[in-house]
C-alpha cells in the first residue's frame, strides 16, 4: 500500500520545514511525496530546494488557488491512499503506518479520519480535535467535521470524482469529502491522533477570513445536497444538529469546554 502525499506551499517558510520533515522522516516504507508552489518569494522555494533529493516530484506552476494546486499534486500521484498537508500543518510519527493499518484492517474503508492536536505558531499545544462520524445528512446543515491533515483516502475515490473543485476558495476539502460521499465512499472515524493542526493569526481559522465565502459555501452545499434554499425551519434545525454532534462527538466537546473552541482563536 503506497501513500502519496501533496502538501501546498505558498509564502510560510516559517512552518515548511517542519512540514516537509514531518512526511519524510515517517516510518512507512513506501510513501511518495509531492511539494507544490506557485510562486513563494519568502524564501519557501530554498527549503524546498534543500530536500529535493528526497522529495518525488515537485511543481513550481502558478495555479488558481489551494484546491487548483492540489489537483495539479494529485495528477502526478501513483500511490494507492492519499493526504495532502497544508505548510503549516504536520503529520504526527507513525501516522501513515496506523491509517494503513486500518485500511488494512478495513478494506471496505474508503476514507479514514483521525484527531489532531491544535498548536500555535510556536508548537505549543492548546487543545485536540476530533474528526465526526461522516453522515451527508449532517454535512448539510455543517455540523459534520472532519479534520482535513488527519484524513486519508483512496486514491481511486478521489480520481472518481474528479479531485477538488477549483472554484471553492474556503473550503476545498470539505467539498471533496462530500463529493466522495455521494459516490458512496464509505467513512471511518479512529482515535488516533494523526496530525497536528496549526492555528495561528495568518491562517484561516485563527484569522476567521473568507468568513463570506465560507457563508456562500454552506448555502450552495445545502441547496445541492437537499435540493432547496434554507428556510428558518431549517436554522432550528441546523442548530439543534450543531448540538447533536456535541454530544455524538464527546472527546471534542469536552476539549471544547476544558480548553475552547479552535475558530477564532488565534485558521
Request: charged share 25%; hydrophobic share 40%.
Amino acid at each position: 500500500m503506497k501513500f502519496s502525499i501533496v502538501t501546498i506551499s505558498f509564502n510560510q517558510a516559517e512552518f515548511l520545514e517542519q512540514a516537509i520533515l514531518s512526511v519524510l522522516d515517517q516510518d512507512y516504507p513506501d510513501v511518495e511525496y509531492i511539494v507544490v508552489d506557485p510562486g513563494s518569494t519568502d524564501g519557501s522555494r530554498d527549503i524546498i530546494e534543500r530536500y529535493r533529493d528526497r522529495i518525488d516530484k515537485i511543481i513550481y506552476e502558478t495555479d488558481l488557488g489551494p484546491a487548483d494546486g492540489l489537483n495539479k499534486g494529485f495528477t502526478q500521484a501513483t500511490g494507492d491512499i492519499y493526504g495532502f498537508l497544508n505548510s503549516d500543518d504536520v503529520f504526527m510519527p507513525g501516522a501513515f503506518s496506523a491509517a494503513a493499518k486500518v485500511f488494512e484492517h478495513f478494506p471496505c474503508v474508503d476514507v479514514v479520519s483521525g484527531g489532531a492536536l491544535v498548536v500555535d505558531e510556536h508548537g505549543n499545544v492548546a487543545r485536540r480535535l476530533f474528526s465526526d462520524r461522516f453522515h451527508i445528512y449532517m454535512a448539510a446543515y455543517g455540523a459534520c467535521i472532519l479534520i482535513q491533515p488527519s484524513t486519508f483516502f483512496k486514491g481511486s475515490k478521489f480520481s472518481s470524482v474528479g479531485g477538488f473543485n477549483v472554484d471553492n476558495k474556503s473550503n476545498w476539502d470539505a467539498e471533496l469529502f462530500i463529493d466522495m460521499a455521494l459516490k458512496g465512499a464509505v467513512f471511518k472515524v479512529v482515535n488516533s491522533i494523526f496530525s497536528q493542526y496549526r492555528v495561528h493569526p495568518e491562517s484561516i481559522t485563527g484569522s476567521a477570513r473568507l468568513h463570506d465565502a465560507h457563508s456562500e459555501y454552506r448555502e450552495r452545499i445545502f441547496k445541492r445536497l437537499l435540493g432547496r434554499q434554507k428556510t428558518f425551519p431549517d436554522k432550528v434545525m441546523g442548530f439543534l444538529l450543531v448540538h447533536l454532534r456535541k454530544i455524538l462527538n464527546p472527546r471534542d466537546t469536552f476539549e471544547r469546554i476544558m480548553y475552547g473552541p479552535v475558530f477564532g482563536a488565534s485558521k
